[in-house]
DNA sequence: CACGGAAGTTGACGCCGTCAACATCGAGGA
DNA sequence: TCCTCGATGTTGACGGCGTCAACTTCCGTG
């Protein structure tokens, strides 16, 4: 525990401490979740005292809230590269069934993949943010919702969907994705399901979700 | 804080110590969900020294688990609850499609009323439990999963789902509900939606779950 | 070149979970 | 009847945590 990652600085000040800070928290985040991101050992790690994190972060939640953004970030870019893999020829809806799909895919490989940062994106905010600012926005204006929002909206455009059901086809979409990556990561279902079986409800319920969004009744 | 609740005991032993801490870390759980189960605070509104709680529980953890698997309980109860409240009569397919419904709406209905408890039930669990026990056991083999795929089999008896579609449906229906319930409770749409609005994206979701599980292709 | 503020340090506080050692009480055998 | 012994509580202590106040170091600017 607490092996110090990097040589003894030379110099009284750090130089860049906050990044320093930043990535060490990151990285515990990503070792063991939220609960990991302990402010003394953040500190241990970078060779620095306990109280040296308060010039740079208000309080040891406000460290955990930065990380949560990265994670999210993170997220996001996960999302994006699955969507950008699915190629783009071939029937307009299917293509853009696909991306819908990939999106999902790529979500899911995020939560199993960074387990430990997955938790962190989505675990409770400690701090309150100022209305305004990028933090303290809705989730609803986030990178990911709205890139998920946009393949939504494909679907519809290119006749997957019935019109009447694209609202709120955001959310009701998340939910399903989302719970199950709860579920089989840090929920009920993580220890005692195999590998395998989780491979085949995780296609189910993607195919779940996909069929209720694009049925043509 | 910390206001003891009972009167100081007269006796040196307490009598029934064990539940009178279950009790009180419940009401603290359903307050401030998982993280406000504080062993000190348990043991100064009972009453009683901290150490006390070692002669009922191994470590705080524990008891930690035990009031998850009591939320766990209250959860299926409020499930059944809400199935039972459906009127039998009527056409076979139009009940087991109720009944459905009605699961997702006592599981949704105790996320908002206990958000606590709801957090609590499905916080990490803490301990590790011996694999035959009651607590050990796999969360497909617990009261609440069970309930929700034998639902599942109605609606397909009843001639209202393609069977194809019912093999991995507990746990992708599962995975909706849950999914929804997180992301506006706890999650980040907890704090931005306005009530509203979650109304009608609750119902969206659970129509798009229905859609999907009941579609005719 | 001095000097003021930004960026680190030390030491302390109260909280937490936990342990070892001690105190109390009630049930059951001598 | 009394004695004892195990179950159940208590006290005091330890180390780890977040945080604060007070002090120190160093760099950029006038």
């Given at each position: 525990?607490?092996?110090?990652?990097?040589?003894?600085?030379?110099?009284?000040?750090?130089?860049?401490?906050?990044?320093?800070?930043?990535?060490?928290?990151?990285?515990?985040?990503?070792?063991?979740?939220?609960?990991?991101?302990?402010?003394?050992?953040?500190?241990?790690?970078?060779?620095?005292?306990?109280?040296?994190?308060?010039?740079?972060?208000?309080?040891?939640?406000?460290?955990?809230?930065?990380?949560?953004?990265?994670?999210?970030?993170?997220?996001?870019?996960?999302?994006?590269?699955?969507?950008?893999?699915?190629?783009?020829?071939?029937?307009?809806?299917?293509?853009?069934?696909?991306?819908?799909?990939?999106?999902?895919?790529?979500?899911?490989?995020f939560?199993?993949n960074e387990?430990?940062l997955?938790?962190?994106?989505?675990?409770?905010?400690?701090?309150?943010?100022?209305?305004?600012?990028?933090?303290?926005?809705?989730?609803?204006?986030?990178?990911?919702?709205?890139?998920?929002?946009?393949?939504?909206?494909?679907?519809?455009?290119?006749?997957?969907?019935?019109?009447?059901?694209?609202?709120?086809?955001?959310?009701?979409?998340?939910?399903?994705?989302?719970?199950?990556?709860?579920?089989?990561?840090?929920?009920?279902?993580?220890?005692?399901?195999?590998?395998?079986?989780?491979?085949?409800?995780?296609?189910?319920?993607?195919?779940?979700?996909?069929?209720?969004?694009?049925?043509?009744?």
């Amino acid at each position: 525990m607490g092996t110090p990652k990097t040589a003894p600085r030379t110099s009284y000040h750090h130089g860049d401490l906050r990044n320093a800070l930043m990535d060490s928290a990151v990285e515990l985040a990503r070792l063991g979740g939220p609960a990991a991101v302990v402010l003394r050992e953040v500190a241990r790690r970078v060779g620095v005292s306990a109280t040296a994190a308060y010039r740079h972060f208000s309080a040891a939640d406000e460290l955990v809230d930065e990380v949560k953004h990265a994670a999210l970030a993170k997220l996001a870019e996960s999302i994006e590269r699955a969507v950008e893999a699915v190629p783009a020829d071939g029937d307009p809806g299917d293509v853009a069934v696909a991306r819908l799909r990939a999106s999902a895919e790529g979500y899911l490989d995020f939560a199993f993949n960074e387990t430990g940062l997955f938790q962190t994106a989505f675990c409770r905010e400690e701090m309150e943010h100022p209305e305004g600012t990028e933090k303290g926005r809705p989730f609803a204006e986030s990178a990911a919702f709205q890139m998920f929002s946009g393949l939504l909206d494909e679907v519809l455009a290119a006749g997957r969907m019935a019109p009447q059901w694209r609202d709120g086809a955001e959310i009701a979409g998340w939910s399903m994705v989302h719970g199950f990556a709860v579920l089989t990561t840090d929920g009920p279902l993580g220890r005692h399901v195999p590998d395998e079986a989780k491979a085949f409800i995780r296609q189910r319920t993607i195919d779940l979700l996909l069929r209720g969004l694009t049925a043509t009744d």
